[in-house]
């Protein structure tokens, strides 16, 4: 049974930095997609960042490129997001998700398959 386990949300400032993990257990994911995607209160789920397993390609929404790191840990099957520079617009339940590989890097939610149960950032001001 495949387990996607996100931890490290929290409550911060303005220009703070937060690290949220990804523990993913339950089988190999050597080729597997991993994402980050967040909803805010009366928005869409939408996507922040991804990485390829196998290679360590990794994307960006627009929204979070320079400030936000996605990466791995092959030895402990984690994925991390380290977010910097952090905007109120970035307060949002975040989440991890997983979808097996895909040649064209997949950003909707429609095309992931598992999906951690969600931390909360929120970023004051």
């Known amino acids: 049974q495949v387990q996607l386990v996100e931890s490290g949300g929290g409550l911060v400032k303005t220009g703070d930095s937060l690290r949220l993990s990804c523990a993913a257990s339950g089988r190999t994911f050597s080729n597997h997609i991993m994402g980050w995607f967040r909803q805010a209160p009366g928005k869409e789920r939408e996507f922040v960042s991804g990485v390829r397993w196998n290679t360590g390609t990794t994307y960006y929404a627009d929204s979070v490129k320079g400030r936000f790191t996605i990466s791995r840990d092959n030895a402990k099957n984690t994925v991390y997001l380290q977010m910097n520079s952090l905007k109120p617009e970035d307060t949002a339940v975040y989440y991890c998700?997983?979808?097996?590989?895909?040649?064209?890097?997949?950003?909707?939610?429609?095309?992931?398959?598992?999906w951690g149960q969600g931390t909360q950032v929120t970023v004051s001001s």
């Open positions: 998700a997983a979808t097996t590989f895909r040649s064209v890097f997949p950003t909707s939610p429609t095309s992931y398959i598992y």
